[in-house]
């Protein structure tokens, strides 16, 4: 069984850096991709980033692409997302979940383990 736990959330204004980390348990991690989601209040969860198991490929929806930078450290344990220019419209609580496969996906119902959430406000 893998935990995710997320922290790193807070409030910003618009156009402010946050930078979450989601620490995973486990001795595999290095073989999930793991991902960002979200969700805002009366919205559905949606994707935000994915990242494969060796860190060398990243995918982002395009409503963040140029402004959010997934990463990962294996030897950590870990995974950040580096959220930049950040905008209204990005306050939601955010997710880190894990996938049992080397490669990511954009469907939340392909990932096996999540974590808590973390909540991000943007400010205007």
């Known amino acids: 069984q893998v935990q995710l736990v997320e922290s790193g959330g807070g409030l910003v204004q618009a156009g402010g850096s946050l930078r979450l980390s989601c620490a995973a348990s486990?001795?595999?991690?290095?073989?999930?991709?793991m991902a960002w989601f979200r969700q805002a209040p009366g919205k559905e969860r949606e994707f935000v980033a994915h990242i494969n198991g060796k860190g060398d490929r990243t995918y982002y929806a395009d409503s963040v692409k140029g402004r959010f930078t997934i990463s990962r450290d294996n030897a950590k344990n870990t995974v950040y997302l580096q959220m930049n220019n950040l905008k209204p419209e990005d306050t939601a609580v955010y997710y880190c979940?894990?996938?049992?496969?080397?490669?990511?996906?954009?469907?939340?119902?392909?990932?096996?383990?999540w974590g808590q959430g973390t909540q991000v406000t943007v400010s205007s």
């Open positions: 486990g001795r595999t991690f290095s073989s999930y991709a």
């Open positions: 979940a894990g996938r049992r496969y080397y490669s990511g996906s954009s469907r939340d119902t392909e990932y096996d383990y």
